[in-house]
């Protein structure tokens, strides 16, 4: 390299570190809670952190708010386990998780409120190329677990057949498809399987990342990675994630419902039904929630003889975790204490209808009520708010 | 000269910092994961099972996929990245030479996202259908060719990482053929050397650059996260066929760290960082080690 090819490598080098050390400057100032903090000119930032699954429910529904009260949200999509651990060291002013805090992080935080804001649901999907298209096949719960467990390995296993007779010719091996990054969606699909199955709750458990068993698996990642292993991979079937499922038009299967015996279509009603059913039993917010599961209340419930016709099984809530003392959090002001409030007040209320858009499950007017009563709990230096 | 001072200071500073920016990752990393030493020692680097619910964590499997996801992209990348190499620097007229070393260089500047989504589209279903399932009926007696076939796996995973790595070691390999003294080359056809013995000669007198842009394209392969967690398919098991799924240690991390919510599945994966920067570490000793050897015998030969 000639001497001019020299310095100019060192003059970009130059060049390229002062525009680096320039943006984490800019980054960590703009980022730094002390210098945008809380005077009174300053707009008001409230700052959440988890769940990938809510970001765009509560990134759409913050903007809204942001245009007609002027309070800003930020919310940083970084996982639900990540969103727990900033919620418990304090560094956001409210968590997004999709599974309820563990007995133990619940008493590492001390005084955490939990207040579902969106419901998710789980949609079985598969790629069977001689069916007609838009087939809906039946499965049970028993038979789902049984496919992922490597036990029915063929589309014509008479079990399958008994639910869907179009199946008796399909001599094929499946391939089962399953989320390979963790997630909510795993989450509930991997309780569902553990409270209909008791092979599967004593082998594989439930989780955001399992130890999946059966050989011919397949790990897609994300919703879109699981989507298109399935549309690739001719006689697999995998689990996709409600919202997403209806946004890109998926073909899906009928659940049973082990309440009434009938195969349901996962819909927006037919989830809510069973939302509203499974609601009644929910803790207070401020009780320990690690045990909350929609999916197993549910079976619990149909096996004591209750009936709720049209209600699809495999449902859960993605929840906000606060403090119940929110003078705790470092930069924390009363207006601020305030405005997360009437925030969180407006999303479980007002704010579902974007939730409809987005193509979320809006909540009942049962949980909403719960989450009101929850959030009256709030205090800022022991006073309520 | 109190200018040159300063700068020398600056250096030094800039030169220290790198030295404490390693050691704190490499401490930081140990910290994170010393719960998992603690609780499973080496079996964590020895043993295949990988169950968070259960809390039971060993890496076996992914170390062997990142390895081997690594060997397939070398052993397809450098025969075509070295005769490329020669090609443009040799053969390519000088007009044309700059839009095809461009196009090289613009293989590189592809985000690897845009790798992986290309890998689900069009990679994966078309070596299953074109390239997987005719191999298969054609070697099925074969151990190793059994199996399902769904197009994911570590040898797609391999083949990604090869189009991945092959503009670092051509474009580095070029660069040296360009720079080789022309004597040598001229000698070469003075002698009457045919177009494959002259390219001989000269990858002869540049191996130890071939040898960086391998060490180089390692690397890349190495650490690269977020194409491989999309093609591989996410297995944690011992690959049992060559179309088998399986994971490699910075794919695994990319999938699972934003949802690990247990503290032990936590420091599992910063365990599972912690070998891969061991690794990487020792991938550099080894390259300085053959490059050492290498040129300690080229001067006894001199």
């Not at chain 2, 080496?42 to 169950?51: A, E």
């Not at chain 2, 060559?242 to 936590?266: C, D, K, M, Q, R």
């Amino acid at each position: 390299m000639d001497s001019s090819g020299m310095s100019r490598l060192v003059l970009s080098i130059v060049i390229v570190a002062i525009v680096a050390i320039g943006g984490v400057a800019y980054w960590m100032l703009s980022n730094n809670p002390g210098t945008s903090g809380s005077q009174g000119s300053q707009p008001i930032r409230i700052s959440g952190a988890g769940s990938t699954f809510v970001t765009y429910f509560l990134q759409t529904a913050a903007y809204y708010y942001q245009q007609k009260y002027g309070v800003e949200v930020d919310y940083a999509s970084i996982g639900s386990g990540a969103g727990i651990q900033q919620f418990l060291a304090n560094a956001v002013d409210f968590g997004a998780t999709d599974v309820p805090l563990s007995t133990q992080a619940w008493q590492q935080a001390g005084d955490a409120l939990h207040i579902p804001e969106a419901i998710g649901g789980v949609v079985l999907t598969y790629n069977i190329p001689d069916l007609p298209p838009n087939t809906h096949l039946n499965f049970t719960g028993e038979v789902i677990a049984d496919i992922y467990l490597g036990k029915i390995t063929k589309w014509n296993d008479p079990a399958l057949v008994k639910l869907n007779p179009i199946l008796a010719n399909i001599n094929q091996p499946i391939t089962t498809v399953h989320r390979s990054d963790g997630s909510g969606t795993t989450g509930v699909f991997t309780d569902y399987l553990s409270s209909v199955s008791q092979e599967w709750a004593q082998t594989v458990g439930s989780g955001l990342s399992v130890n999946w068993p059966g050989t011919n698996s397949l790990g897609g990642k994300g919703s879109e990675g699981v989507a298109s292993a399935v549309k690739n991979t001719p006689y697999s079937i995998g689990y996709v994630e409600f919202t997403y499922a209806l946004k890109n038009n998926i073909n899906y299967g009928y659940v049973e419902n082990p309440s009434t015996g009938e195969f349901v279509a996962p819909t927006i009603e037919s989830i809510s039904k069973t939302v509203s059913y499974v609601a009644l039993s929910l803790p207070r917010g401020d009780q320990d929630w690690s045990s909350v599961s929609m999916v197993r209340t549910f079976i619990q419930m149909s096996k004591s003889n209750h009936t709720l016709f049209g209600a699809y099984p495999i449902v859960t809530f993605t929840y906000i975790v606060i403090h119940k003392e929110l003078s705790k959090i470092p930069n924390m002001t009363k207006e601020k204490a305030q405005a997360l409030v009437n925030f969180l007040k407006w999303l479980v209320t007002d704010g579902q209808q974007y939730a409809t858009n987005l193509y979320y499950v809006p909540l009942p007017q049962s949980v909403q009520n719960l989450d009101l009563q929850t959030l009256s709990m709030v205090t800022y230096n022991g006073m309520n708010l | 000269m109190r200018g040159d001072k300063i700068f020398l200071y600056i250096l030094l500073f800039i030169s220290a910092l790198f030295v404490v920016i390693v050691f704190l990752l490499g401490f930081e990393l140990y910290r994170g994961s010393s719960s998992i030493f603690d609780i499973f020692g080496f079996n964590f680097i020895l043993s295949s099972t990988w169950d968070p619910v259960r809390g039971v964590f060993g890496i076996a499997p992914v170390i062997l996929g990142s390895f081997l996801t690594c060997f397939i992209a070398l052993i397809l990348a450098i025969p075509v990245a070295l005769l490329t190499s020669y090609f443009i620097s040799e053969l390519v007229p000088s007009r044309l030479k700059i839009y095809i070393t461009s196009l090289v260089e613009l293989l590189a500047a592809v985000p690897s996202v845009v790798y992986g989504l290309w890998g689900i589209l069009v990679l994966v279903p078309f070596l299953r259908d074109n390239i997987y399932v005719p191999l298969q009926s054609a070697f099925y007696f074969l151990p190793g060719f059994g199996g399902a076939i769904t197009g994911y796996g570590i040898l797609t995973a391999g083949i990604l990482l090869a189009i991945m790595i092959l503009p670092t070691i051509t474009s580095i390999t070029k660069e040296a053929i360009e720079l080789l003294p022309a004597s040598i080359k001229e000698a070469a056809i003075a002698l009457g050397a045919m177009r494959y013995q002259s390219a001989r000669i000269i990858f002869t007198h540049i191996k130890l650059t071939i040898i960086a842009a391998i060490m180089l394209g390692f690397a890349r392969a190495f650490g690269e996260a977020m194409a491989v967690a999309m093609v591989i398919g996410g297995s944690h098991l011992f690959p049992n066929s060559i179309f088998a799924t399986g994971y490699t240690l910075p794919s695994l991390i990319v999938n699972e760290f934003t949802e690990a919510t247990s503290p032990l599945h936590y420091s599992a994966l910063i365990a599972a960082g912690f070998v891969l920067f061991v690794i990487a570490l020792a991938n550099i000793v080894v390259a300085r080690l053959i490059i050492y050897r290498t040129t300690r015998f080229m001067r006894l030969a001199i």
